[in-house]
C-alpha cells in the first residue's frame, strides 16, 4: 500500500496492551527512542500485530507542537 504520509518511524513492537475496544501499541526505534500509538483492538487483529515484529508508525498531522 502506499501512502501519502512521508513521515514513517520504522522500528520493532515491544509491547502490545489490550483494553476493551482500544489497544496501545508501543514501537521501539533504537537509541532507547518509543513511539505509543492508540488503535483499536481490531486494528490489532487485521493488522495481525505482534510483539517482536517489524513495524513502522505513520505520522499524517497537520501540526506538531512542542513544549519545553
Known amino acids: 500500500m502506499t501512502l501519502s504520509a512521508r513521515n514513517s518511524l520504522h522500528g520493532t513492537i ?3 496492551e ?3 475496544l482500544a489497544a496501545e501499541v508501543t514501537i521501539e526505534l533504537g537509541d ?3 513511539v505509543t500509538s492508540v488503535i483499536t483492538s481490531n486494528s490489532v ?11 513502522a508508525a505513520v505520522i499524517k498531522a ?3 507542537m512542542i513544549d519545553a
Open 45 to 55: 487483529d487485521r493488522l495481525s500485530l505482534e510483539e517482536g515484529m517489524e513495524a
Open 62 to 64: 497537520t501540526e506538531v
Open 14 to 16: 515491544t509491547s502490545i
Open 32 to 34: 532507547g527512542q518509543q
Open 18 to 20: 489490550t483494553d476493551g
